[in-house]
């Protein structure tokens, strides 16, 4: 008796044995496969235009992979730079103003605010730096984030955009928001406020983005200022 064999059965011999057509290539040329648009196609056309769309999606990837490569070298380079301005400066006040013009200029911020727990001399004439004392209830909003000192991308709640932006908050549609964080020390880490960088691009910061250079910037400006009330 001849046993029958079904569309599955014959699928799964065939994913059993890979090379079957290798050795009968005259139903590879034969075979018709289905194509969703179109006429059918035989089983090597197929077969080729999967392999050129695999070709043509891991070309785009690559390109991705390099755009981003490109990327982050630029923003790895702007970071080193913003560093060594920071320690060019001779004073905190001097440092605050490296900071914030870096972020406007290299960094493309539209609204930059900064935040201290102690004040600064020589920047009574900014509008971009406001000090509020460590324990003001209007920190609390804030608390998770200086605790973890992990910089907070998208759109910010409204008790966080009314103390960091004021009356310019209706200019911002998103922030990236950088404690500034000194750590690395044999000491606990010192928290000395925080830098609010606005844009109004809704899309410019996001939940999930990238905030590798974002910490870092804010470590780099939190030893930098440190080490002027370390001075005697």
């Known amino acids: ?12 011999f065939l994913r059993r044995h890979p090379k079957f057509l290798q050795q ?58 913003l560093t060594l301005a920071l320690l060019r400066q001779d004073d905190a006040a001097g440092t605050l103003r490296a900071m914030v013009a870096s972020l406007r200029e290299d960094f493309q911020g539209d609204l930059v605010q900064v935040l201290l727990f102690d004040g600064v001399p020589g920047l009574d004439d900014v509008d971009w730096l406001q000090v509020v004392p460590r324990g003001d209830a209007r920190l609390a909003p804030f608390r998770d984030c200086l605790a973890d000192g992990e910089p907070l991308c998208g759109r910010l709640q409204p008790e966080k955009n009314a103390l960091l932006y004021g009356g310019r908050v209706d200019e911002v549609q998103s922030s990236a928001l950088l404690p500034l964080v000194a750590t690395g020390g044999a000491a606990s880490p010192a928290v000395v406020g925080m830098v609010a960088v606005g844009s109004r691009d809704p899309n410019r910061f996001y939940p999930g983005m990238g905030t590798l250079f974002l910490r870092m910037m804010g470590e780099a400006l939190a030893v930098a200022l440190l080490r002027f009330d370390a001075e005697p």
Do not use: C, I
């Not at 008796?1 to 799964?12: D, I, N, P």
């Not at 289905?34 to 059918?40: N, Q, S, Y």
């Not at 785009?60 to 982050?72: D, I, K, S, V």
């Open 24 to 81: 009968f290539p005259d139903l590879a040329v034969s075979m018709v496969v289905p194509r969703e648009e179109g006429p059918a196609a035989s089983l090597a056309s197929y077969q080729l235009e999967v392999l050129r769309d695999k070709n043509r999606e891991l070309t785009r990837r690559l390109h991705e992979l390099f755009a981003n490569a490109q990327e982050n070298e630029r923003l790895a380079v702007r970071t080193h730079q």
């Open 1 to 12: 008796m001849t046993e029958k064999l079904g569309a599955h059965e014959v699928a799964a």
